[in-house]
């Protein structure tokens, strides 16, 4: 059986890229273009990890994660952002975010950040 993968990305065309990059790897994704969005279908619950964008239009992945936290949802989130700084980890970290993907990522950092969740 597949894991349940919630990927949380609001450009169409890096979701189109993740897409792409998870199905090279075997996986599929639900899909959620924002961080309201993405706490709705999280806190419904049932998957198994969430790849979750940083920067996104409404409601930060790091204030998201907090929130899912908050709520007692211990799935892996794993980070995505372009600013692969040591003070974004650190954030990313502290709101309880499991793992870290810097963009743009490549096909093998990806399928290892996911194997090692699913």
Request: net charge negative; hydrophobic share 45%; glycine share 8%.
């Amino acid at each position: 059986m597949h894991p349940r993968i919630l990927l949380v990305e609001d450009q169409l065309l890096m979701q189109q890229v993740e897409l792409a990059l998870l199905a090279k790897a075997g996986y599929k994704a639900e899909v959620a273009a924002t961080g309201q969005e993405a706490f709705n279908k999280a806190s419904m619950g049932g998957f198994d990890l969430i790849l979750m964008d940083v920067c996104l239009p409404d409601i930060e992945g790091t204030e998201v994660t907090q929130r899912l936290r908050a709520k007692g949802i211990n799935t892996p989130i794993v980070a995505m952002t372009g600013n692969d700084d040591e003070q974004t980890r650190a954030e990313c970290r502290q709101a309880g975010m499991n793992g870290f993907l810097a963009k743009p990522m490549d096909s093998d950092q990806f399928r290892a950040v996911i194997e090692a969740y699913c």
